[in-house]
């Protein structure tokens, strides 16, 4: 089943602002493609993340989180956030930068979507969690997601 590839944006440290001149901008991201909107009024999604995930903790902790929808060309960001181990020299290289939302949530600047995310209710699934979260913010760019299916990443056919 293809499913739109997109990236959870957490803050390491809750006490610590964004600032895009820090050359850590002390953002963790996890690659999820368990991703579903649940309801228009009010706004709100899902997300699965595996309990032992570091994302997991920070999530349920902060209550606050970002939800970027991956570019087609995006595909090295989807690999990077996939590692539990993300390197600040990978996201400079990889050229990953963050913008706060107006809550100061972390949000992926060149995503084609970003939410600005708060959790509402936390539900057991087996390994995972399902989070349920009323979305704050919207933001949304022109161009094509990237998707995953059958093990690997596409693009949609032109």
Request: charged share 25%; net charge negative.
């Amino acid at each position: 089943f293809p499913t739109g590839v997109t990236v959870l944006t957490v803050m390491r440290e809750p006490s610590k602002p964004l600032h895009s001149e820090d050359s850590d901008p002390g953002v963790h991201g996890m690659t999820a493609n368990s991703f579903a909107s649940v309801s228009l009024e009010p706004l709100q999604i899902l997300v699965c993340v595996d309990t032992r995930a570091k994302t997991h903790f920070l999530v349920k902790d902060q209550k606050f989180f970002g939800v970027n929808f991956l570019h087609e060309d995006h595909e090295p960001w989807a690999r990077f956030f996939a590692k539990a181990d993300q390197p600040l020299a990978e996201l400079e290289r990889l050229g990953i930068k963050f913008r706060a939302s107006e809550r100061g949530t972390p949000l992926i600047e060149d995503a084609i979507v970003q939410l600005d995310c708060e959790l509402v209710s936390v539900f057991d699934a087996g390994d995972h969690s399902i989070f349920l979260a009323q979305v704050h913010e919207i933001d949304s760019r022109d161009g094509s997601p990237l998707l995953f299916h059958s093990g690997s990443f596409k693009r949609l056919p032109t």
